[in-house]
């Protein structure tokens, strides 16, 4: 068990899950920009850590820096192991450990960031480095590992989880009561050459956000957890365990500005992690935040089991970072099915998470695999748009604990853990592995098409056909050969040069098409991947997933559209326009329905596209083909109709429309 000032719960055996499960983090590095995903097989370019787990990872020059509870480490290839007492550095370009850089640290180091001038700030649960008397924060050379003549840290009565450089002043957060002995609970900001206390930042938290004395309960020690600061330096999330913060309300969570003072932000409070989950294993269970690179957004992600009426436990959220108000609701909620998520990090096109989950998309699952759920073991990638399962899926198995750590470069991802593998037992990497971002997939920008442009539909007989349509005026029709006959075919879009459909047999395809010649027809079931569908997750099932419940309703679909991540759709005789959300990417359909309208001119909608800022949609009754505007992911407005028998003589009778989208 991790040797940290956390005090454990009476119930010993729940406590011990929490207490491993409740490693804190650091605070991430710089964004990086990958402008794609990481590759899914690691690079060799790391070394064998022996024993422990990996908590924090740092990078400086052509160095990457590990801290966490372990005291061994081997280079790859080699079966000699030498003595890193819970630090470590190796070279970036070829995993070999570096001989010089050697500290002796007495307790688990839980944050590591590069400090100034070839230096480290490193701080955790420890007394002594090298011999020297500390108290749970300290600056190394980094080169040698030695602590920095001059850094005499004041001294914190528990332990420092997360760091921030801010360029001006050190900004420190722990499960910490007291710093240099006076009263400071949770957030205090330190000089960056020295040390000491500056008086700039000093929030403090108090407040168990569930233990309240009944046996049985777990308890943890309360302060911060873990922090981001906004990539423009204006304001500060911190999570852990608490439920006020500098006397008012916020429960786990609370953001704070930081200009010429920094104050907790009177302006922004998020209910969002208010009920508990799980009390006798979890006193709290927020475990990682993270900023996006531009700004725009901030990542939460949690453990926690079960809990009622549908808490944020075992989540990832994301929260817009304009928002304001003391009732801030995160913009969608990714869940797995109550399988814990420790780790996170952002990059411009994933929200990379790691855990020991066993799916994502899962929230109809509880411990199993719910409708919607896809194998993710460990290790997953979320679209920032709507949370879904991007397509890579290395996993990790064994899942052990979780990957509790993940940290990007401009190179790629690291992620560190308890375990040794990634993959189903394929590639040894102990307690770290690095996902170059070289051979990785692409998440290009989505092309759906535009107006004057070509309009692809079936005819009543089932046969493709193509018209000219510039938003207002349709040109006449021709049959497209090649495309086979869509009598079963139940809504369709384009995105990208792909085809996207649903069948009356209940199944989702997709195939290219150029505008004249369609490609082969190919199946979408990332539900079920082959690398992993018959793998034992270790608690008595496979990874298999499971298709949403929409594919047993494709028969009766009427009409579908895409735009911006969500999946629109009718059903025949069944009120309302609804979506979910979809990742053309990964193939991913969301787990859940949501209802974008719930006017009554829907119970006859046949096929629909939307363009610019439009719906356009025909009616399988009267085969008349409407357009209303489109705002704010709904239609907004009244219908105004283009075409029909009565109008120009077409007959739009069809549950299939689409506007031709090029790569």
């Known amino acids: 068990m991790r040797p940290v000032a956390r005090p454990l719960a009476v119930a010993p055996v729940l406590a011990l899950t929490a207490a491993l499960l409740s490693a804190p983090t650091s605070a991430a590095a710089p964004e990086a920009e990958h402008g794609r995903l990481v590759n899914s097989a690691p690079s060799t370019a790391t070394p064998n850590i022996v024993g422990g787990t990996t908590y924090t990872i740092a990078k400086l020059g052509d160095k990457i820096y590990v801290g966490g509870s372990f005291t061994q ?50 701080g955790g649960a420890f007394k002594t480095v090298n011999g020297a008397t500390v108290r749970n924060l300290t600056r190394l050379d980094a080169d040698t590992g030695d602590v920095m003549p001059g850094f005499t840290s004041v001294p914190f009565n528990g332990a420092v989880n ?22 400071h609970r949770g957030l205090v900001s330190v000089s960056r050459a020295y040390g000491k206390l500056d ?83 979890f006193d709290s269970y927020i475990r990682d ?11 939460v992600v949690s453990t926690g089991g079960y809990g009622d009426n549908d808490p944020a436990c075992d989540t990832a959220n994301r929260f817009e970072a304009d928002a304001s108000g003391t009732d801030v609701r995160p913009t969608w909620v990714s869940r797995t099915g109550a399988d814990t998520l420790l780790g996170l990090e952002i990059t411009d096109k994933a929200i990379y998470v790691g855990g020991h989950q066993r799916w994502l998309n899962n929230a109809n699952g509880r411990d199993s695999a719910g409708t919607g759920a896809v194998p993710r073991p460990g290790i997953g990638a979320l679209d920032p748009r709507n949370g879904l399962p991007l397509s890579w899926n290395p996993g990790r198995n064994p899942r052990g604990q979780g990957a509790s750590e993940l940290m990007a470069t401009d190179e790629g991802l690291y992620v560190g853990s308890d375990t040794d593998y990634i993959g189903n037992r394929k590639y040894l990497r102990g307690k770290i592995a690095f996902f170059p971002v070289d051979g990785g997939a692409a998440v290009p920008a989505e092309n759906t098409g535009t107006l004057p442009g070509t309009l692809m539909f079936a005819g009543s007989d089932g046969v493709a056909k193509k018209r000219s349509f510039d938003g207002t005026d349709v040109g006449s029709a021709s049959t497209v050969p090649g495309a086979g006959s869509w009598v079963n075919v139940r809504g369709g879009f384009m995105v990208n040069g792909t085809m996207y459909y649903g069948n009356a047999n209940g199944s989702m395809y997709k195939r290219t098409f150029d505008g004249s010649t369609f490609g082969t027809v190919t199946a979408i079931d990332p539900y079920n991947d082959p690398a992993w569908v018959n793998v034992q997750t270790g608690s008595g099932q496979t990874y298999r997933g499971q298709a949403p419940y929409l594919y047993r309703e494709l028969a009766d679909v009427g009409g579908m559209a895409y735009r911006d991540g969500r999946l629109y759709y009718t059903l025949i005789d069944r009120p309302g326009l609804f979506y979910r ?7 991913v359909l969301g787990a859940t329905e949501y209802t974008a309208s ?19 949609w025909s009616n399988r009754s009267n085969g008349n083909l409407y357009r209303a505007a489109w705002a704010d992911g709904k239609p907004d407005g009244p219908a105004t109709t283009l075409s029909g028998p009565t109008v120009d003589g077409n007959d739009w009778k069809t549950k299939v429309i689409f506007l031709v989208a090029g790569s």
């Open 73 to 122: 480490v081997s280079n790859r290839g080699s079966s000699s192991v030498w003595t890193r007492n819970r630090l470590l550095a190796f070279d970036a370009n070829t995993g070999k450990l570096d001989s010089t850089f050697t500290p002796d640290m007495d307790g688990t180091v839980s944050a590591v960031i590069p400090g100034p001038s070839g230096t480290l700030y490193v």
């Open 162 to 183: 997360t760091l921030y450089d801010t360029g001006s002043r050190l900004l420190v957060g722990g499960n910490f009561t007291t710093a240099g002995g006076a009263e």
């Open 199 to 281: 008086g700039y930042l000093s929030v403090d938290v108090e407040g168990h956000h569930n233990y309240t004395g009944l046996p049985g309960q777990a308890q943890g020690a309360v302060g911060v957890r873990d922090m981001a600061v906004s990539p423009d330096g204006s304001s500060l999330v911190a999570i852990g365990n608490f439920t006020s913060a500098d006397d008012l309300p916020r429960d786990q969570i609370v953001r704070v500005r930081l200009g010429d003072t920094a104050s907790v932000d009177p302006d922004w409070a998020s209910p969002t992690y208010e009920a508990p989950c799980n009390p006798l294993s």
């Open 289 to 299: 935040v993270d900023f996006s690179p531009d700004g725009s957004y901030f990542g």
């Open 581 to 587: 959300y979809f990742s053309p990417q990964s193939g």
């Open 598 to 616: 719930t006017d009554s001119r829907w119970n006859s909608a046949g096929g629909m596209f939307v363009a610019g800022d439009y719906l356009y």
